[in-house]
Nanobody, 115 residues
Framework: QVQLVESGGGLVQPGGSLRLSCAAS????????MGWFRQAPGKEREGISC????????YYADSVKGRFIISRDNAKKTVYLQMNSLKPEDTAVYYC????????WGQGTQVTVSS
């Protein structure tokens, strides 16, 4: 059974950090491009970062560039999103996505940035 399970979300003050994890099972993670998306209340889901399965190259949306770092550990079948210098506008549900011929989604983890 294919599963992506996100964890690591929570409440953090502005300027703080969180590290999200996405644990994969039921498929060969190393063959999939992996991405992180987020959806704030009343807004569309947006892609914020991804990492290639081929060469490990990364992409960041302008809104998170310089603050977030995506990484993957294929041996642990886990993808990470290190989030630094968090802002209130980063508040959203964060989703992990695996993409190749198929697309798989996790259930999401809530991140709230507030003082």
């Amino acid at each position: 059974q294919v599963q992506l399970v996100e964890s690591g979300g929570g409440l953090v003050q502005p300027g703080g950090s969180l590290r999200l994890s996405c644990a994969a099972s039921g498929f060969a993670l190393d063959r999939y491009h992996m991405g992180w998306f987020r959806q704030a209340p009343g807004k569309e889901r947006e892609g914020i970062s991804c990492i290639s399965s081929i060469d490990g190259s990364t992409y960041y949306a302008d809104s998170v560039k310089g603050r977030f770092i995506i990484s993957r550990d294929n041996a642990k079948k886990t993808v990470y999103l290190q989030m630094n210098s968090l802002k209130p506008e980063d508040t959203a549900v964060y989703y992990c996505q695996a993409r190749r011929l198929n697309v798989y989604w996790g259930q999401g983890t809530q991140v709230t940035v507030s003082s």
